[in-house]
């Protein structure tokens, strides 16, 4: 799977491609990154890539032209590295993802849908933003980080890479540990521990791992992670519970423990 990216910062993108376990996909080939920095589209001595808005207004707008080359280097080289054109009866073009606070929000369910894809092309915007005409030219899909600003598309878009990077094949080493996060099953995660199995608190007393996590007993232990990830989910995110029940994931006990807790959100 392959990504490219364009953007003014690609020095930003170094730290993911060399630690954690991300870096296993890059290592292994399962993902491919290649960076397009922006500036080397730009023309004259000042190699401008923004200017003015017209109309007014505060801030610089990111110049159509540059990212016109850009893009068409990007594609150029896709096609080669195909072997073919990606036009017609060629590989399925890759779609042109722009980061945006106006976009889609970037959830599991895109990421799983990107993950099992063949790669895209990331758009990261500083400034004000883009001019809209690119955008209306060649955007496939808009994406958001979240509800607020941030002052580039790269954190976004290493967000998106990281994501994907981790659903990759070979990268965890427990290839069901990806399937027990959040959102996998459309609950969030339950709590974990780990050594020692008495915390010393300040007052001089501790805080003990939960019992059932020791007893060796998988079914208890399973029984108790799906309570406390249905519980934390139907406390902080009741519309997870709704979607959940709707699509037919919750079993009659999930159901019985959701109504033992007593919530305005269970029926
Ligand atoms: C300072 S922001 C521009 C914000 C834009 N004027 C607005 O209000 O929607 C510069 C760039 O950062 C990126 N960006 C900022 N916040 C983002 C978010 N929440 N999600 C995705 N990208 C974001 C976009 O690429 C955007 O073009």
Redesign the pocket.
């Given at each position: 799977m392959r990504f490219d990216v364009i953007t003014l910062f690609p020095e930003l993108f170094a730290p993911h491609l060399e630690v954690g376990v991300t870096r296993r996909a890059y290592a292994g080939g399962s993902l491919q990154l290649k960076l397009w920095p922006l500036r080397d589209f730009a023309e004259g001595n000042y190699r401008r890539v923004d200017d003015r808005p017209f109309g007014g207004g505060p801030g610089m707008v990111m110049m159509a032209p540059p990212l016109e080359r850009a893009l068409s280097a990007v594609r150029g080289a896709r096609a080669q590295e195909a072997g073919e054109g990606e036009g017609e009866g060629a590989a399925p073009r890759a779609p042109l993802i722009h980061?945006?606070?106006?976009?889609r929000k970037l959830d599991q369910a895109l990421v799983r849908e990107l993950a099992a894809g063949s790669g895209a092309v990331l758009l990261?915007?500083?400034?004000?933003?883009?001019d809209q005409r690119f955008l209306d030219r060649h955007v496939d899909l808009e994406?958001?980080?979240?509800d607020?600003?941030?002052?580039?598309?790269e954190l976004?878009a290493l967000a998106l890479l990281d994501a994907v990077a981790r659903l990759q094949p070979g990268v965890l080493q427990d290839a069901a540990s990806h399937q027990q996060d959040s959102f996998e099953d459309g609950l969030l995660d339950c709590p974990h521990y780990s050594r020692p199995e008495q915390l010393p608190r300040a007052d001089g007393g501790v805080d003990a791992v939960p019992d059932v996590l020791l007893s060796g007993h998988h079914g208890r232990i399973a029984r108790w992670r799906r309570e406390r990830s249905l519980e934390i989910t139907a406390r902080r995110r009741a519309d997870l519970i709704e979607a959940a029940r709707a699509a037919g994931r919750l079993s009659k006990e999930d159901e019985r423990f959701l109504r033992s807790l007593k919530l305005d959100a269970t029926p």
């Open positions: 980061f945006s606070p106006t976009g990261c915007g500083r400034y004000e933003g883009i994406v958001s980080l979240g607020f600003v941030l002052s580039g598309g976004p």
